[in-house]
C-alpha cells in the first residue's frame, strides 16, 4: 500500500513548536508511501469528520497517520473519523508525541509508524466490525490445577466446558507431591475434592485419555479435533473395582510413582483417579514377538507362566497357533535373539517355556476341546495336513467355517510326522495337537489325495488351500550324489518315519 496521510495535530496541548511541526512535515512528505501530510489544528479537540472524510477521498487515501498528545485519550475519536471515511480499524495508527522531547526524534517515530501501516495494511485485507455469533462453551487443555480450578469457576458461571487430559485421570504433577509452598498442605487434602466436583458437575465434560489433534476456526467459534487413545477397557461398564488389576500378571513402570513402585498392565494411576476406571497403556509389539513368524504372544505367556498360569499360557499361545509342544521343540527361536533380556544378562529361554506348558497339559491331562460352531456357509478344503495346512484349517475353523483336510499319507502331520526324528519330535506330542485341532471340528481325510481340483468345486467347496508341503530335498551339487543307494535327507527321514527298514549297505 502506497497511499498514506498523516494528519498532524496542532492545538494548544502540543509538545512540539512551530518549528519542529514545519520540518516534520517536510520529513513525512518526502516518504514514498506518504500521500498527504497536512496541519489540522484542534483535531482532537474539535473533530471534523467531514473534513477528514474529504482529504481522505480527495487524495484517495488508504490509511492514516494522526499524532496526538495522548493517544488513550483520542484514539477512540480519531477510530471515528477514518471510520466515517470509509477506513477499517487496521487502516489507521495514532502517534502519541507526549513524551518526546524534540522534533527529530518526532520525526523518526512518525516515519516508522508509516512504514509499519505500510507494511501491515500490504499483508493483510482492511479489517472491519461484524458481528457473529459464538459458541458459549469453554475448552481447557489439561487437567491439573489450573484446568481444574479455571473449568469449575467457568462452570459455576453457567457456562459449559469440556476439559481434556492425556492421561486417565485428572490431577496433574501436583498430586506426585508430598507438601506444597508456602502452607506445605497436603496436595490430595487439596485436589481430591476439586477433582470429585469436577467429576460431578453437570457444566463440565471430561475428556481423558485424549489430546487436541486441530484446533481451527477464531474467537467464538473455535473447531476442535480431539483425539481419544484406545483404552482398551469399555469404560461404561468398567466400576472401578480393581479385580482385573488384581488378575493380572503383567507388571510395568509406574508413570505416577515415577518408578518406585510398578503397576499392573491394566491399571487405575492412583487411588482417588478421576475418573475411576482401569486403562490398558500399549506401548507397541515387542522384539521378540516381531521376530517371531507367527507373531505368539511371547511376553504374554511368559508373565502368565510367572504367576503360575500354565492354562492360561497355553491359551494364549492358541490365541495364534495350535503347536506349543511342536514348536518349543523345532523352532529355531529367533524371539531369543532379539530379546531385549539379553542386554542385561541372557535371553529369556521363550522356546522352552513354551514347550514346558504343553507338556505340562499333555502331563495333567488335556480336557477335550469344545467344537465351535459353525456360523459360515462357505466349505473350504485344505490340501496336506503338515503344518501349513493344519494351521489354515484351525483358523478358518475358529472363524466359523467347515473345513475338510485331504491328507494323502496314512498318518497326519505331513513334514512334521515324516520329516523330523522321534528323539526330536515325540509322535504323542504331535498327535496330541492334531486331535486339539479335529476336537474344534475340522474333519482330516487319511490316505486322500486329490489330483482334481475341479472335483472339489463340484463337490460344494467353495475355496482350496494349498499345503502340499516341501518333500523335495535340497541337493549338495556334488558329482555322485544321484549315485544309486546315496539318500537325501527327506527322503531318509520319511521311511524311517514310515517304519521302512533302511539298508545302510557296508560301513
Known sequence: ????????????????????????????????????????????????????????????????????????????????????????????????????????????????????????????????????????????????????????????????????????????????YAEVFPTLDCPQCIMTPKMVEVGQHPNIKLRTYSEVEQVSGQVGNFTVRIRRKAAYVDWTKCTGCGECAGVCPVEVYSEYERGIAAQKAI???????????????????????????????????????????????????????????????????????????KNVDEPMSIRNLKRFIADYE???????????????????AVLGSGPAGLACAYDLVRKGYPVTVFEAMPMTGGLLRYGIPEYRLPKDVLDNEIDYIRELGVEIKTNSPVRDLKQLFTSGYQAVFLGTGAWVSQKVGISGENTPGVMHAIDFLKRVNSGEKISLGQR
Open 362 to 380: 499333555l502331563k495333567a491331562g488335556r480336557e477335550k476341546a469344545v467344537p465351535v460352531e459353525k456360523t459360515k456357509e462357505e466349505k473350504i
Open 267 to 341: 491399571y487405575k494411576p492412583f487411588g482417588q483417579a478421576v475418573p475411576a476406571v482401569f486403562t490398558v497403556e500399549k506401548s507397541g509389539i515387542s522384539p521378540c514377538r516381531i521376530a517371531c513368524p507367527a507373531g505368539v504372544n511371547a511376553q504374554g505367556y511368559i508373565a502368565l507362566i510367572s504367576k503360575g498360569k500354565f492354562q492360561e499360557a497355553l491359551e494364549l499361545v492358541r490365541q495364534t497357533m495350535p503347536f506349543a509342544g511342536v514348536i518349543g521343540r523345532v523352532c529355531t527361536h529367533r524371539c531369543e535373539t532379539d530379546c531385549e533380556r
Open 1 to 176: 500500500m502506497g497511499r498514506i496521510g498523516v494528519f498532524l495535530c496542532d492545538c494548544p496541548f502540543s509538545p512540539l513548536n512551530k518549528t519542529d511541526v514545519e520540518e516534520l512535515l517536510v520529513a513525512v512528505r518526502r516518504s514514498p508511501e506518504v500521500a498527504y501530510a497536512g496541519l489540522h489544528p484542534d483535531i482532537c479537540l474539535s473533530p471534523a469528520p467531514e473534513k477528514v472524510a474529504g482529504v481522505i477521498a480527495e487524495n484517495g487515501l488508504e490509511a492514516a497517520v494522526f499524532t496526538s498528545c495522548s493517544s488513550s485519550l483520542h484514539k477512540d475519536a480519531f477510530a471515528s473519523l477514518t471510520s466515517a471515511a470509509g477506513l477499517a480499524p487496521n487502516q489507521f495508527e495514532v502517534v502519541d508525541f507526549s513524551e518526546l522531547i524534540d522534533g527529530k526524534e518526532a520525526a523518526e517515530s512518525l516515519i516508522e509508524a508509516v512504514e509499519h501501516l505500510a507494511a501491515e495494511s500490504t499483508a493483510a485485507r482492511p479489517a472491519f466490525e461484524a458481528s457473529l455469533p459464538i459458541t458459549r462453551r469453554a475448552l481447557i487443555i489439561g487437567g491439573g490445577v489450573a484446568g481444574i480450578q479455571a473449568a469449575l469457576d467457568i462452570a459455576d458461571a453457567g457456562y459449559e466446558v469440556y476439559l481434556v487430559e492425556r492421561n486417565s485421570s485428572i490431577g496433574g504433577h501436583m498430586l506426585q
